[in-house]
């Protein structure tokens, strides 16, 4: 009987024997460097898109030359300014007769502002909202809110607003000079002021928000209900 050797299962050199097929091994040096071509074909695209935008904004304000709008207080209606003290609720003493130095002060306040918005541009401008504040000795009193609004080229328009004040208190140094102001001065000054905000269209895009700032000195005689004095100016033009 003829019995196989076994050395043809075990052996490693010989032609029979099997071998465990090794995959190739690819390393990850090319997708590396296909990544970094795709992240410099984007950064040299941004860089492209963004010079062209800056060129188009050069290119816009050659040709349009834009200039700060122009938003300043026109008129104030007075409906009635009334001062009163918790000694004497009437709002003004007789002429002459200096009030008792009170505690506190109250005071009620009905006026109408009208503002005009002046746009000198070429091109449209849209405004935001805003809210200006109404102080007596820097203490505010109320707020004249203005919606906003798009006003076309070279055009001038009018806002009116109203501020109601309901009995205000105010108190300790300030109200004896509100009391004193009204009663002996006939002449109660207010302060309005607030950021008007604009920006300026051109072919559906808007530029950065101008910001002006309006600063409003007024005087109010209690006696005949009526404005006495009025001075607007503009502080300054931040972007």
């Given amino acids: 009987m003829t019995t196989r050797s076994n050395g043809d299962g075990h052996g490693h050199g010989g032609a029979g024997s099997w071998y465990p097929q090794r995959r190739p091994?690819?390393?990850y040096g090319g997708g590396s460097a296909s990544f970094r071509g795709c992240c410099?074909?984007?950064?040299?695209?941004?860089t492209f898109l963004?010079?062209?935008?800056?060129?188009?904004?050069?290119?816009?304000?050659l040709v349009v030359k834009p200039?700060?709008?122009q938003f300043d207080l026109n008129q104030v209606s007075v409906q009635y300014l009334l001062v009163?003290?918790?000694?004497s609720p009437a709002a003004a003493s007789p002429a002459g007769v200096p009030p008792a130095a009170p505690g506190a002060a109250y005071l009620s306040l009905n006026i109408t502002l009208l503002?005009?918005?002046e746009n000198p541009n070429k091109v449209g401008i849209r405004y935001g909202a805003t809210a200006f504040d109404v102080m007596y000795h820097g203490v505010p009193l109320g707020v004249a809110a203005v919606p906003g609004f798009e006003q076309p080229a070279h055009s001038t328009r009018l806002l009116q607003t109203r501020v109601i004040v309901d009995r205000f208190n105010v108190l300790q140094t300030d109200a004896q000079d509100l009391v004193r102001d009204a009663a002996i001065n006939d002449r109660v000054e207010l302060?309005?002021?607030?950021?008007v905000g604009a920006k300026i269209l051109v072919l559906g895009f808007s530029s950065p928000k101008v910001q002006v700032s309006v600063d409003c000195a007024i005087a109010i005689s209690p006696r005949s209900q009526s404005l006495k004095y009025k001075q607007c100016g503009v502080d300054g033009l931040s972007v």
């Fill in 25 to 27: 091994h690819y390393g």
């Fill in 40 to 46: 410099c074909c984007l950064f040299l695209l941004l």
């Fill in 50 to 61: 963004a010079l062209l935008a800056l060129a188009v904004a050069l290119v816009v304000v």
């Fill in 67 to 69: 200039r700060k709008p």
């Fill in 84 to 87: 009163a003290s918790p000694t």
């Fill in 115 to 117: 503002f005009t918005a």
């Fill in 191 to 195: 302060r309005i002021t607030g950021d």
